[in-house]
């Protein structure tokens, strides 16, 4: 089955530098990958997801890159603020028959952001 | 907007007690999920619901654990008996089609004694 790695588990950068984060994935058949970030005591929210069939996406300060060759993807966020605190997952989608409905985690990157 | 709410936001219960937690998706939403998060770890998937009807589950989902819809706004997950290895955030979540745009509740935390 699909396995979803994320790298680094503790990211600290300085408010407006950039922050990237990174994932890589096992199944080639898998086609749609969420991003979601996690404040302190509340639910996952989805930020920016890319689906198999684009290779970059951006919405404003935040970007997500798609490698499917490579399998690998990554969240790039510029500019960075103090809100941008957060714990931030990665995820994937892999529409197979026996799992078609299954989102697959990373570990999470907890990002600091340094003021 | 439109949110997924989850209640209640904490629920403490003994080893073997039933507990329910209770999710209303977003209103045009069709499909409905369950995952769960112990401390410190991965989000694991749960279930998935679509059309009155568990569509998947994982592993993690035997028999101890049951989902209903009773009212066609309410998404409820049922524990029978509960175990320590429960204790956990549990997540319910909502998209309108497929499985694409998933959107969280805030969580319910549940702590088994």
């Known amino acids: 089955g699909e396995n979803v790695e994320q790298h680094p588990s503790t990211l600290s950068v300085q408010e407006g530098d950039s922050a990237v984060i990174k994932c890589t994935y096992s199944?080639?058949?898998?086609?749609?990958f969420p991003w979601y970030k996690q404040e302190l005591g509340k639910g996952p929210q989805l930020i920016i997801d890319i689906r198999s069939n684009v290779g970059e996406k951006k919405d404003q300060r935040i970007a997500v890159t798609l490698n499917k060759t490579a399998k690998h993807f990554s969240l790039h966020i510029t500019e960075t603020q103090p809100e941008d605190s957060a714990v931030y997952f990665c995820?994937?989608?892999?529409?197979?028959?026996?799992?078609?409905?299954?989102?697959?985690w990373g570990a999470g990157t907890k990002l600091i952001i340094k003021p | 907007e439109p949110e997924v709410t989850q209640t209640p936001s904490h629920q403490v219960t003994q080893m073997g007690q039933e507990v329910i937690l209770r999710c209303v998706p977003i209103?045009?939403?069709?499909?409905f999920y369950w995952y769960r998060q112990i401390l410190g770890q991965k989000v694991e998937f749960l279930v998935s619901?679509?059309?009155?009807?568990?569509?998947?589950k994982s592993e993690i989902f035997d028999d101890q654990f049951s989902v209903e819809r009773p009212d066609g706004s309410n998404f409820t997950l049922k524990i029978r008996s509960t175990k320590l290895e429960d204790s956990a955030m549990y997540f319910c979540?909502?998209?309108?089609?497929?499985?694409?745009?998933?959107?969280f509740g805030p969580g319910t935390r549940l702590t088994v004694t």
């Open positions: 995820a994937a989608l892999n529409p197979a028959m026996d799992s078609n409905y299954q989102l697959i």
């Open positions: 199944d080639s058949a898998s086609n749609y």
């Open positions: 619901f679509y059309n009155n009807e568990i569509s998947e």
């Open positions: 979540a909502s998209s309108w089609s497929d499985i694409y745009e998933q959107y």
């Open positions: 209103s045009n939403h069709l499909y």
